[in-house]
């Protein structure tokens, strides 16, 4: 099997997470990395390819160092070629970039291009992706797939995965000296940071004999239920305390940890709401998550996880992009219609999409109906803007 690890996208879940475990696997004699950003390219092998990412425990913060990280830019060509030949000498890739719109953006410089050249050879491979995205692996697939008869790639696997761990980069000087972080790369103004849990879901691998040499990652046969739990539990949660910690004038969310009242708001959004929901659709499972005791253990970890204040995460961060967050079968309105489907009244979820739609600004329908498109025909429509509309009076206690 290949002696090479490659990675797509040199952000913090690569570099946190999947360029980590593959370095400590002790596996691997090469780690490849396709990034499109030349300035990050330069600075990496300016550093002889050693890279530093900063580990948020709940003592304080470690720094890891990553050896012999080489970095290649898909869009110049002798860099796509190296690339190309790397995906032959590999037998476990990941993809973790910003968007599964990327994977065929780009042409001959694309991720699905390279993937499609590089593995046609029959050789058993892996593909993880890490995009935040349920069906990420069937829309990569399908874009590899365009290059070549589906028969090319019987030896290709793409796995959806269920990335629990935050993570996000600190470009802050003053903040990286408080917290005495390390940059990225010596001479680089920014640095990763991710919190230490690393418990990764995939998909089941299916390829005869094949063994993974990232050993930490746990296979599931069906992915759904936890996907579904880390959006409308973790997600969900994440939205609901940030929206919340907004109107509080938070900056960041680990004051949450100083404020009972909206933790324990937080906390019976994530167990009376879209906990109890996700247990009773999933229960018959038979998993100790979707279990009552199970679920509890679960959400008292991740409030602990979310308030951690060597995380450094800033509420700003959770906050952004609300318009995303509040689509249809997004984390709010997901979780809302979760809930309903299992005659939960979502209440405390509601609460916060009012004030995700205060953020956004304008009338709550005339929002939503933009931005649910033809969605905001479907019969539970109506009843979901009833709720956001009835828990705008609630916002006010919540306020500064």
Known sequence: MGTTF????????QTGLMLCEAVASGSFERFVVAEVDQGLVEAVRAASGSVAINVAGRGGISTKILPRIELFNPRVPEDRNAIVSAIRDSSELATAIPSVDFYAAGGDSSIASMIAEGAIDGRQRIVYTAENNNFAAEMLREAVMKSAPAKAFTDLQILNTVVGKMSGAVSSPAEMKRLGLSPLVQGFEKCVLVEEFNRILISRITLPGFARKIRVFEEKDDLLPFEEAKLFGHNAVHAVLGYLAWLRGYDVMSRIGEDSKLLAFGRDALLLESGAALRAKYGGTGDLLFTRKGYAAYAEDLLGRITNPWLLDRVERIIRDPRRKLGWSDRLFGTMRLAMSQEIEPRRTALAAAAAVEFCGGAPRDLLAGVWGKDAEDPL???????????RSGLSEWRV
């Not at 490659?6 to 879940?13: R, S």
């Open 6 to 13: 490659v990675g797509f996208g040199f952000g913090p879940i």
């Open 381 to 391: 429509a109506g009843k979901c803007m009833a709720l956001v509309e009835a828990s």
